[in-house]
């Protein structure tokens, strides 16, 4: 028999098509290019060579994991103590210590490399405050700031998926191990620590993957110190008019660190599989004295250090300034100055973000249907591409959007085009889960009863699954949004002088010294994005599954 | 009022055969019940009627009018669903209101049809209530009378029972049965629950494995099935060996002969099946009687269990076959205990004889 060509078949088409152009094209572009002569075109592992054997690179390289994996053992020595702690005892707060956490990771990610700068750097208030006592504090720039600011801004994701992860632990285990006679160390060695394995190996591979492709942190924080995403920025830069052969190679190279690194997590989880009955939830237990004590302190502690960098960029904005000089008392002169000179950065972030946020809300529902719903081979393989743009750094996605369409056709593709794909792709997962994951509630039945009595598929779509999965939709349209207007590692490589934005304005500024206008353009971010996540925390069922 | 014809229907997914050249005859008016186990293809010859997978070969008739290739929602059939499928973001009157919409009715006979219909349903008091507000058996009329209003050709229920308590199923049943003979309405009925297919239906469509076993009315797949799966399946059944000599069947347990002359293969091994009903529970003691239509099965008791109306007997016979015999629990069989030989005594012409295959057919 014919196969016919109902609504959802083509609408399938139209989107691998999509994937295939936004996606996987500038991908295969990136690759085809790493193996290409920049003078001859012709093929090459010459450039792998250079990239694999010249100090410049190779350093960049060592950095980069040197940073990397600290940061994740880092954000892991933070957020797994913090999981466990109030996952496990009575802690005051709960809630809060978990909004902070959740408002950490929604924060433009820029802002804690120069918030730290203002706090610890050669001018910071702490540094000065110490020096006049006499003491030195440890320097904030290169390595050592960089591991601070991801584990500080990354820990969140093993917190909150480990907390998540011992909420579910079946008690009774605890139980047994404890009735063989563990100590409660041992027990949670031996028996607690293994089964939460696969949350706190996807909290930190999240962590490892964001930290090597993190542009504005290593570009803030190094003084000569150099890791692949700045190296590719410049690579790409003075490459500009040519081939940029050198900035895809070691595009090439962040992608496979993040694959390789996805795979290793993947090859361990494979074996460890736990099935567990939910029959006996674990009881917070209520500690005593010093113990109480200690552990309050710590988990209101770190989550308040976390945020110091939010607090200390709107604490700035507000202070009275005479050029880039802070000269003492309060005063929005810092916002007048910013709406004086780059009005056109808060609009351009706005516009771009919001064009892109709508977009992915309706590209979101279309292919959540056909992910849900359609159970072929074709809709499992458009599911795996939703994790793809997870995987690609910023910087790289952006070169390949630069190579593919800029340079084939720059009057279609400028730079404002160019930013809404990259934002639209790049962000389209965050729309996709959180569509997804309402349509998962929604019984098939319902849209059936739809068509069955009547309804065209896209009457019952519209008619049905649309008015119910809104929740979902509002939020993955809000974590798009968010995720949208706090990029900068695209949006560094494609912007031009009429499509700047926020981030990009902040990167600039910070670079020029101009804290107070920084810190004005970081609270405006800071504070759309605040505003989202409590709306996000309004809609969603769950909110720490919403954001993460 | 349609009939319905599905002429060599056959759905596959990929190498597994899901349905299996089917062939099926619905006279307008009837009632007519897909039973089978679980996973025996009944919901799949469903929504291949209704239109929600394509047949990979074969086609459905309605009124003589092939619809096998038109879309699901312009087949004008309705279904009822096994979890409701109330809209839950619409009010009961609205849910009802649904299909009418979709065929541009007027506002005001869509009215007048819902008030009617939510009258037959007796969910009156319910109309503006949404789909939350009500309980599972009241969602299930939602669900049957937005069905119903639309004045399908066709109506499709599946499983529409199995997600209410028991009680509840019992009474809703009459009502369904009462409601489609008041209407009239062709009706294709999906169950696993035989007890709901037998009270029902007017033909009882048996299935398993993807194949139509047996379509028959109801007393004549219980006390006549087509073959030993549907002896088994419907209702519950004991199954002997016996053995074929001269065209007679003898049981192998005793060598009494049961039959004569019976139209049988030469060879291959055979079974006779009776029901535990007409088994009747005797004392070891009891005089074997001369009669020859009766057939006595001595037994040695491996298990008593009461379950109020009656008790069941499983015995074992002297070549290891465990059968169940259903008794009224009087004085006398209440203190049968395990290893007490007793006889079960049946009518010869109770038994049926099968070809022992799975689907081994009666001879």
């Not at chain 1, 771009?352 to 499992?380: D, K």
Request: net charge positive; glycine share 8%; proline share 5%.
């Amino acid at each position: 028999m014919q196969k016919k060509l109902d609504l959802w078949t083509i609408v399938t088409i139209v989107i691998i098509l999509l994937l295939c152009i936004l996606l996987l094209l500038p991908i295969m572009q990136i690759l085809i290019l790493g193996f290409m002569d920049a003078d001859t075109g012709a093929f090459t592992l010459a450039n792998f060579q250079k990239v694999l054997t010249k100090n410049y690179y190779v350093n960049g390289l060592k950095n980069t994991l040197f940073v990397g994996i600290l940061g994740t053992l880092g954000a892991g020595l933070i957020g797994i103590p913090l999981a466990f702690f109030t996952a496990r005892f009575k802690i005051r707060g709960k809630a809060w210590i978990q909004t902070l956490a959740i408002l950490v990771l929604v924060s433009p990610p820029f802002i804690g490399a120069y918030a730290w700068i203002m706090m610890l750097g050669s001018n910071g208030f702490i540094t000065n405050a110490f020096k006049a006592i006499g003491l030195d504090t440890p320097t904030i720039y290169n390595a050592p700031g960089i591991i601070l600011v991801f584990s500080l801004k990354f820990f969140p994701f093993i917190f909150l998926m480990t907390q998540t992860a011992l909420n579910n632990v079946n008690k009774s285990f605890e139980d047994a191990a404890e009735n063989l006679g563990c100590n409660p160390w041992q027990r949670f060695r031996k028996v607690t620590l293994p089964l939460v394995f696969p949350a706190v190996s996807t909290g930190a591979i999240i962590c490892f993957v964001l930290s090597i492709a993190d542009f504005g942190t290593p570009a803030i924080l190094g003084r000569g110190f150099r890791t692949l995403s700045t190296i590719a920025l410049g690579a790409y830069r003075s490459e500009l008019g040519g081939a940029p052969t050198m900035a895809v190679t070691v595009s090439i190279l962040m992608m496979a660190i993040s694959m390789i690194a996805l795979i290793i997590q993947r090859r361990i989880l494979a074996k460890k599989r736990y099935a567990s009955a939910l029959t006996n939830l674990p009881v917070p237990v209520k500690l005593e004295g010093w113990k109480n004590w200690g552990i309050h302190i710590f988990c209101h502690g770190l989550v308040l250090i976390a945020m110091l960098p939010s607090i200390v960029v709107i604490y700035t904005s507000i202070l009275k300034t005479k050029g880039p000089v802070f000269v003492g008392g309060f005063g929005f002169e810092s916002y007048q100055r910013i709406w004086r000179d780059a009005p056109e950065a808060i609009f351009n972030s706005f516009s771009l973000s919001i064009t892109a946020a709508l977009l992915i809300t309706i590209a979101s529902a279309f292919i959540s249907y056909v992910i849900v719903r359609r159970e072929t081979r074709v809709a499992a393989s458009i599911d795996f591409l939703m994790m793809v743009p997870y995987l690609v750094p910023g910087v790289v996605m952006a070169i390949g959007f630069v190579t593919v369409f800029r340079n084939a056709m720059p009057d279609i593709f400028t730079a404002t085009v160019l930013l809404v794909m990259v934002y639209f792709i790049r962000r389209l997962p965050y729309g996709v889960r959180a569509t997804s994951s309402s349509l998962r509630q929604i019984q098939p039945s319902l849209e059936e009863a739809a068509i069955n009595l009547g309804a065209s598929p896209l009457g019952a779509f519209r008619m049905i699954t649309i008015p119910l999965i809104i929740p979902g939709i509002i939020v993955g349209a809000l974590m798009a949004f968010i995720t949208a207007i706090n990029e900068l590692s695209s949006t560094v490589i494609i912007y031009d002088s009429s499509t700047i934005t926020m981030p990009v304005q902040v990167y600039i500024a910070v670079l020029d010294g101009e804290f107070g206008t920084a810190a004005a353009l970081s609270t405006i971010l800071l504070l759309s994005t605040g505003i989202c996540v409590f709306a996000v925390f309004r809609f969603a069922e769950d909110r720490e599954s919403a954001v993460l | 009022m349609a009939s319905v014809k599905v002429v060599g229907l056959q759905k596959l997914y990929g190498s597994v055969v899901a349905l299996s050249n089917i062939n099926i005859d619905v006279p307008s008016g009837t009632f007519f019940t897909l039973l089978g186990p679980s996973g025996c293809g009944k919901t799949t010859l469903l929504r291949a009627i209704a239109g929600f997978h394509s047949q990979s070969a074969g086609d459905i008739f309605v009124d003589g009018q092939s619809i096998g290739d038109l879309p699901a929602h312009r087949r004008d059939v309705a279904m009822v669903f096994q979890d409701y499928a109330v809209f839950p973001h619409m009010s009961v009157r609205d849910n009802i209101a649904f299909g009418l919409k979709q065929r541009k009715v007027r506002a005001a006979e869509i009215k007048t049809r819902v008030d009617d219909v939510i009258d037959v349903v007796q969910l009156g008091k319910f109309a503006d209530r949404m789909p939350h507000e009500l309980s599972g058996g009241q969602q299930q009329r939602v669900g049957l009378a937005r069905a119903i209003v639309v004045q399908p050709k066709v109506l499709l229920m599946d499983e529409p029972l199995s997600n209410l308590d028991a009680k509840l199923r019992v009474e809703l049943r009459a009502e369904l049965r009462r409601i489609q003979q008041d209407l009239g309405v062709t009706t294709i009925y999906v169950t696993h629950d035989q007890e709901e297919a037998l009270a029902m239906s007017d033909v009882v469509c048996v299935m398993e494995g993807g194949v139509i076993q047996q379509a028959k009315p109801p007393f004549e797949v219980y006390s006549r099935p087509s073959n030993r799966f549907v002896a088994s399946f419907v209702g519950s059944n004991n199954f002997m060996q016996v053995d074929l000599n001269d065209s007679k069947f003898s049981l192998r347990s005793t060598g009494e002969f049961i039959s004569s002359s019976v139209r049988a293969p030469k060879s291959g091994s055979f079974v006779g099946a009776v029901r535990p009903e007409d088994l009747d529970i005797l004392p070891s003691s009891a005089q074997t009687e001369d009669d020859k239509k009766k057939l006595d099965v001595p037994v040695v008791i491996q298990e008593v269990s009461y379950v109020g109306r009656e008790i069941e007997v499983y015995g074992q016979t002297s070549n290891g076959e465990l059968i169940k015999a259903i008794g009224r629990p009087d004085a006398e069989l209440i203190t049968l205990a395990p290893s007490d030989k007793v006889i079960f005594r049946t009518q010869k012409e109770k038994v049926l004889f099968f070809v022992d295959e799975h689907f081994g057919v009666r001879i």
